[in-house]
């Protein structure tokens, strides 16, 4: 019998089940033949890293080992039974962490943030240490970097559909599920702005909470015209209050 995500609470991220059950198709956990190499790919913003810490915890289970190797912040995670242990590694000791905790083992390996063809084909190179049934996750936002080790199961994040972009932002905005028809106009483009991406949804949203309408169409505008330029000012007033707070 295939294993199959749960499903997820009505007020649970957007699109989760949507995600999860693409990627435990890949993933094809009733499997123990093969060491499986799997791939979350997409730009910055779609959600892959929210998307694989869901898919890690509810997994875990089916596993006597998890690590998640987090790029970003150097450190990595280590769950054997009921331990967890989050160190900071360098990156010339990543390998021998990995291959330590997984070797022989039924293992899950989450890798995010990755960007080196080396610590990919590195890690590729010590898969065979790993138990039957093990699964290896790679979070990129480069696909190339994934055909380049011939990962052949791979799933690009695209960004969320309209009304899942719509929901997401009047949650953070307005803290429901859609918008009053004061705010309809408004919260539709404040969507197109945001590119449907979870993250500058969020924040975009975040920025305009309790505000009036006057303010969001104040804001919409500066940030309408130009769409490469909208992102990177969506995150500049997101670190500037996290600055002021």
């Known amino acids: ?5 749960s499903t997820f609470k009505a007020d649970g991220p957007v699109a989760m089940d949507r995600h999860m059950h693409a990627l435990y198709e890949l993933l094809d956990l009733s499997s123990d033949k093969e060491v499986r190499l799997v ?4 730009p910055g913003g779609v959600g892959k890293t929210t998307l694989a810490r869901y898919a890690y915890e509810e997994m875990s289970v089916n596993f006597h080992v998890h690590m998640f190797v987090d790029n970003s912040e150097k450190n990595y995670h280590q769950d054997h039974q009921e331990t967890f242990t989050s160190i ?16 022989q083992r039924r293992g899950l390996l989450v890798i995010d943030s990755v960007d080196n063809l080396q610590q990919l084909k590195d890690i590729v190179e010590i898969v065979g240490w790993f138990g ?3 699964r290896v996750i790679f979070i990129t936002q480069e696909k190339n970097l994934l055909d380049e080790i011939g990962v052949e199961h791979v799933y690009e994040l695209q960004s969320l559909r309209y009304d899942e972009a719509l929901q997401l932002f009047c949650r953070t905005a307005l803290n429901q599920l859609y918008p009053p028809t004061s705010f309809e106009s408004l919260a539709l483009r ?5 590119g449907f991406l979870p993250l500058t949804l969020k924040i ?10 006057r303010t969001w169409e ?14 990177m000012e969506v995150m500049k007033k997101s670190y500037a209050r996290t600055n002021e707070d």
């Open 88 to 103: 900071e590694i360098q990156e010339e000791d990543q390998i021998d962490v990995i291959k330590s905790a997984l070797g």
């Open 132 to 134: 039957s049934g093990s």
């Open 204 to 213: 975009l949203g975040s920025s305009l909470h309790g505000k009036d309408e």
């Open 1 to 5: 019998m295939p294993i199959s995500p």
């Open 39 to 42: 791939g979350i790919c997409g």
């Open 190 to 194: 404040a969507v197109q702005v945001a």
């Open 218 to 231: 104040e804001e919409l505008q500066k940030l309408e015209g130009d769409p490469e330029k909208t992102i």
